[in-house]
């Protein structure tokens, strides 16, 4: 891909990463259900019902349906971007709405593989980094749909900052332990302080795992300005929120797409970043 002349790469690039954020919608909706599939195959497992019949459900299969009527999408509609805008947003067949979210995620998923391509160029490097990219692409939004971060997108995020440390920054690979280390037990030590002090839970241990990632992915010395970029995007999008619509005030908001959203800011902006930060604080 590196030989490509710029005006073949880069609309190659943009293709690319519409497809992967087309298929990581599939994984957006359909993870969750398996999840949920999962653990009630297990609850009946452990209280000895006989299993149930159900079809088979996976990231493959069935084929693409409409949530309203269950007709089968047909593989134009099921283009990036394209089929939405040529449908209208709406079902061929019912005329049922189909959510924004489709087209959102894929030009999500163009938007960072331009933006990696741009910063990191067409490298192994950005090829991991894109990657990571993605899995925050999908936690972010399965975390606003579901109030999950499963553990099957989040340690896989982990493992992988670490192998990225080994390979490509093997003199970081300590920073990036203690990182790991570091972000989940911040977030852990938060946790039990807020429930000791209120007697609610204030997060989920899902957002300790993906700090812990994101500790993997850049060291521990860039989880102050990590905290900071969530907790600050948070502050203000729940403020907004709950005065645009009252009726969500007290709803708990979930944390990791602010986590997902300033582990992208670092990842791909984090030198001129923490540069102007620890400007700023010394």
């Known amino acids: 891909m590196t030989d490509l002349p710029p005006a073949l790469l880069w609309p190659l690039v943009a293709f690319l990463g519409l497809c992967l954020g ?3 919608n599939v994984v957006i909706v359909r993870l969750p259900v398996m999840l949920m599939l999962g653990w009630r195959a297990e609850a009946r497992e452990a209280l000895e019902l006989p299993d149930e019949e159900r079809p088979r459900f ?33 079902c061929a067949y019912c005329e049922a709405r189909i959510s ?20 990191h160029g067409p490298t192994r490097q950005g090829l991991f980094i894109f990657g990571a990219c993605l899995s925050l692409l999908a936690l972010a939004v399965i975390d606003l749909r579901t109030q999950l971060l499963p553990d099957i997108l989040t340690l896989p995020l982990l493992w992988a900052g670490l192998l990225y440390q080994l390979l490509f920054q093997p003199l970081l690979l300590s920073d990036a332990v203690i990182g790991a280390m570091a972000g989940y037990l911040s977030l852990w030590s938060f946790y039990w302080l807020f429930k000791l002090v209120t007697g609610k839970e204030g997060m989920g241990f ?16 860039y989880l102050p300005m990590v905290l ?55």
């Not at 993906?210 to 010395?221: F, I, P, R, S, V």
Request: proline share 9%.
């Open 22 to 24: 087309s298929f990581l």
């Open 58 to 90: 996976n990231l493959m299969v069935p084929r693409s349906i409409c949530p309203s009527c269950e007709t089968p999408i047909a593989w134009h509609d099921n283009l990036p971007v394209i089929g939405w805008l040529k449908r209208r947003g709406h």
């Open 100 to 119: 924004p979210q489709y087209p959102l995620v894929e030009l999500a998923g163009g938007a960072l593989a331009l933006a990696v391509l741009a910063l």
């Open 206 to 221: 899902g957002d300790f795992k993906l700090l812990a990632a994101l500790g993997a992915w850049m060291g521990w010395h």
């Open 228 to 282: 900071i970029l969530s907790a600050g995007v948070g502050a203000v999008v729940g403020i907004l929120v709950q005065l645009a619509m009252p009726r969500l005030r007290g709803a708990p908001m979930p944390f990791g797409p602010f986590l997902a959203m300033a582990g992208w800011i670092a990842l791909l902006v984090g030198e001129p970043l923490m540069a102007l930060y620890y400007g700023m604080m010394f």
